[in-house]
């Protein structure tokens, strides 16, 4: 199974501006898709953007199209989310992903990061 380890959270105004980072342990298969989740306190775990890793093929959720960007550097194994425009709303644990289904289940996706953190303050 692959690692992943998420990097880039904090604290930010409302309509600040962060880029979270995902290092896989293992190249990507041309299958694998990857995405990124969140997870607010009392609430299920959301599905935030996904990415097929082989050609680039990209998803995100109505919350956050226009204002997220998922990007991959594929030399170096790493996912990023680029998030601008932040709301309060999305004050969450953010968590990358790695699975073979190009869905927004996280049921589908087997592998998980440890989270990091954003918090966007009113």
């Known amino acids: 199974q692959v690692q992943l380890a998420e990097s880039g959270g904090g604290s930010v105004l409302d309509g600040g501006s962060l880029t979270l980072s995902c290092a896989a342990s293992?190249?990507?298969?041309?299958?694998?898709?990857m995405g990124w989740f969140r997870q607010a306190p009392g609430k299920e775990r959301e599905f935030v953007a996904l990415?097929?890793?082989?050609?680039?093929?990209?998803l995100y959720a109505d919350s956050v199209k226009g204002r997220f960007t998922i990007s991959r550097d594929n030399p170096k194994n790493m996912l990023y989310l680029q998030m601008n425009s932040l709301k309060p709303e999305d004050t969450a644990v953010y968590y990358c992903?790695?699975?073979?289904?190009?869905?927004?289940?996280?049921?589908?996706?087997?592998?998980w990061g440890q989270g990091t953190q954003v918090t966007v303050a009113s």
């Open positions: 992903a790695w699975g073979t289904e190009y869905t927004s289940s996280p049921s589908a996706y087997t592998d």
């Open positions: 990415l097929r890793w082989h050609g680039g093929s990209r």
């Open positions: 293992q190249r990507p298969y041309s299958r694998s898709v």
